[in-house]
């Protein structure tokens, strides 16, 4: 059986590699050391596709020293002991980890000694940021390294050398090229499959067209896994695109979203950009939101994707609000640096209530149903927190009454002068 042609065309040296010159290239950080021939233990992190393994592997080809895979998610501490055994026979040895944040704690605390004596050169591999996956122990023992985007051009170079591997004299038109391209979602493993695939389904000599190309090619290689860096700044692209009232751009990354079909995190995200972002300018929005998120977790996909879509529009071209986060930050921090003080006596329970202290007046009993006391302590009693920003006309309501009221005391205060 002939094997696949991405690992036929996986590169060997890192001569061979495509992209990532900041880690490979002339001056790139991890040739420099293979120049040296030294490897320390690393931790390579990045998307799906974007050359984690083939470096590691390369690195280790390079250098010609031994090596050994580990895959944190189904390995267990047994298979570890047994590469570390050999390992301590065999100079210069190499264990690479996938999904090194996946590692147990008791196969970290294991491999931890032979990695921070130098018995073996560790290399973890991942799709999730580690410095907010991996543990602590392993990153302080590590030179951590994030691999970049490939780039269009990254991929072409790809291309170009799956066409020339597939072992059948194939033409691709200009469009067709781009098409493949702009499918592979960046990844190189999916360029060289998509060159494959469309072999498979050509003749010696065919010349592959767009339309040639889109009836292999079907669905691009977008599918993203909730536990990427890339799901979460997707994410944060939705957030800020709604921010800004863009609904095109808040469209476009919902439906990147839709791939990974996990709902709750993008629920919790749809919430939390209702009551920064639009809040008071908006209030209605809170229940449309809460409505729409319950719809989309009971229908599932396909269906999901409609009332998102329409709360998605709906929030942003919404009147925009951000006081009342503004306001509760800062009345946070000053919790934080200790800026607050007793509770007046008067708003205290009836149960601890003083009658010799200023009695508590009842707003109720009072025109508009509000009467001037002190609510803050005594330390920051005119501490202001909530700015309004009338942005819409609830707002401007919320506004005005909230400067009547500001009025209303500073006005009682010159009184009592």
């Known amino acids: 059986m002939m094997e696949p042609l991405a690992y036929r065309l996986r590169p060997r040296t890192l001569d061979e590699v495509i992209g990532q010159a900041h880690l490979v290239g002339k001056n790139g950080a991890i040739r420099r050391m293979i120049a040296n021939r030294r490897l320390p233990s690393l931790i390579l992190y990045g998307g799906p596709g974007t050359g984690k393994t083939t470096i590691a592997l390369a690195a280790c080809a390079d250098l010609d020293f031994?090596?050994?895979?580990?895959?944190?998610?189904?390995?267990?501490?047994?298979?570890?002991?047994?590469?570390?055994?050999?390992?301590?026979?065999?100079?210069?040895?190499?264990?690479?980890?996938?999904?090194?944040?996946?590692?147990?704690?008791?196969?970290?605390?294991?491999?931890?000694?032979?990695?921070?004596?130098?018995?073996?050169?560790?290399?973890?591999?991942?799709?999730?940021?580690?410095?907010?996956?991996?543990?602590?122990?392993?990153?302080?023992?590590?030179?951590?390294?994030k691999l970049n985007e490939l780039t269009a051009d990254d991929l072409r170079i790809a291309f170009k050398r799956a066409r020339d591997q597939l072992g059948k004299a194939l033409e691709f038109t200009p469009e067709a090229e781009e098409y493949i391209i702009g499918m592979a979602g960046g990844e190189i493993r999916a360029v060289i499959n998509m060159v494959e695939a469309i072999g498979f389904a050509s003749r010696e000599g065919d010349t592959v067209t767009l339309e040639s190309a889109k009836a292999v090619i079907l669905r691009p290689s977008v599918h993203i896994d909730k536990s990427d860096d890339n799901y979460y700044d997707t994410l944060s692209g939705l957030h800020k695109s709604i921010r800004?009232?863009?609904?095109?751009?808040?469209?476009?990354?919902?439906?990147?979203?839709?791939?990974?079909?996990?709902?709750?995190?993008?629920?919790?995200?749809?919430?939390?950009?209702?009551?920064?972002?639009?809040?008071?300018?908006?209030?209605?929005?809170?229940?449309?939101?809460?409505?729409?998120?319950?719809?989309?977790?009971?229908?599932?996909?396909?269906?999901?994707?409609?009332?998102?879509?329409?709360?998605?529009?709906?929030?942003?071209?919404?009147?925009?609000?951000?006081?009342?986060?503004?306001?509760?930050?800062?009345?946070?921090?000053?919790?934080?640096?200790?800026?607050?003080?007793?509770?007046?006596?008067?708003?205290?329970?009836?149960?601890?209530?003083?009658?010799?202290?200023?009695?508590?007046k009842y707003p109720h009993d009072y025109p508009g149903a509000w009467v001037d006391q002190q609510y803050l302590p005594d330390a920051i009693r005119d501490r202001q927190y909530y700015i309004p920003k009338p942005s819409s006309k609830y707002e401007e309501a919320i506004a005005e009454r909230y400067q009547a009221i500001q009025e209303a005391k500073r006005k009682n205060k010159s009184n009592d002068r």
């Open 244 to 360: 800004g009232s863009d609904a095109d751009a808040a469209l476009h990354y919902l439906a990147k979203l839709l791939t990974a079909e996990d709902f709750l995190p993008l629920v919790r995200r749809l919430y939390c950009i209702c009551y920064e972002d639009i809040s008071l300018a908006n209030p209605a929005m809170g229940p449309k939101v809460r409505a729409a998120c319950e719809a989309a977790l009971e229908l599932g996909m396909p269906e999901a994707r409609l009332p998102l879509a329409s709360i998605v529009v709906d929030m942003a071209l919404s009147p925009k609000s951000n006081s009342t986060c503004q306001a509760i930050d800062t009345a946070m921090k000053d919790i934080e640096e200790g800026k607050s003080g007793p509770l007046p006596p008067h708003l205290k329970n009836i149960e601890s209530f003083d009658p010799r202290q200023v009695p508590y």
């Open 66 to 145: 031994p090596y050994h895979t580990f895959n944190a998610s189904t390995d267990n501490k047994a298979a570890l002991k047994d590469i570390i055994d050999e390992a301590r026979l065999t100079p210069n040895t190499v264990i690479i980890v996938d999904e090194i944040h996946r590692m147990k704690k008791d196969i970290q605390d294991y491999l931890l000694p032979y990695v921070e004596r130098g018995a073996v050169t560790l290399i973890g591999l991942t799709t999730v940021n580690p410095y907010h996956s991996v543990n602590p122990a392993i990153r302080s023992r590590t030179l951590i390294y």
